[in-house]
T-cell receptor, first 111, second 117 residues
């Protein structure tokens, strides 16, 4: 069975500092990995995905994520956080129509 | 622009009422749609997988007679919460995608906030 873990419920960073939101996964085969962001009372917005190829993927709003097969991780990063990045972030593993969500990490960027 | 439209975005109704939520894919055909429920400060809980032209597949613990799903066309799936009670109050989200084994991301609706009085 596949699973996704986001070890941090909450991440706080100061505006302008780099941010990292962690994600690890357990899946058989080659996973499709996604990051989504959710703003209050809204659905999820797609940020980026890893399917194959370059381990560093770039996505929307300046976010990027690095696929690390040996550590089974797919951490979300941004070099310089903005207050507007404050939201709930979900890491998702998708394989054979089976979608698994991480528990979510609430990112708060303080001015 | 939005590729998945979910309607309504807010519903407030009395206990015992049945509520229908629509999920439409706007510019693509969705052979598969997913329905989720999200409690405050929690992740999404998959309720069911809706397949066009066939019966929905419900996750364990989800009452299929309570949460009726119809996927009558490639662009529309509906979730009906029958005889809703206060414990059904939640945030319901749908997603749509091109189908099994696709590496394309799911597109999510903006969710429906259901409040049962």
């Amino acid at each position: 069975a596949q699973s996704v873990a986001q070890p941090e419920d909450q991440v706080n960073v100061a505006e302008g500092n780099p941010l990292t939101v962690k994600c690890t996964y357990s899946v058989s085969g080659n996973p499709y990995l996604f990051w989504y962001v959710q703003y209050p009372n809204r659905g999820l917005q797609f940020l980026l995905k890893y399917i194959t190829g370059d381990n560093l993927v770039k996505g929307s709003y300046g976010f990027e994520a690095e696929f690390n097969k040996s550590q089974t991780s797919f951490h979300l990063k941004k070099p310089s956080a903005l207050v507007s990045d404050s939201a709930l972030y979900f890491c998702v593993v998708y394989n054979n129509n089976d979608m698994r969500f991480g528990a979510g990490t609430r990112l708060t960027v303080k001015p | 622009g939005a590729v998945v439209s979910q309607h309504p975005s807010w519903v407030i109704c009395k206990s015992g009422t049945s509520v229908k939520i629509e999920c439409r894919s706007l510019d693509f055909q969705a052979t598969t749609m997913f329905w989720y429920r999200q409690f405050p400060k929690q992740s999404l809980m998959l309720m069911a997988t809706s397949n066009e032209g066939s019966k929905a597949t419900y996750e364990q613990g989800v009452e299929k007679d309570k949460f009726l799903i119809n996927h009558a066309s490639l662009t529309l799936s509906t979730l009906t919460v029958t005889s809703a009670h206060p414990e059904d109050s939640s945030f319901y989200i749908c997603s749509a995608g091109p189908g099994p084994n696709s590496n394309q991301p799911q597109h999510f609706g903006d969710g429906t906030r259901l409040s049962i009085l």
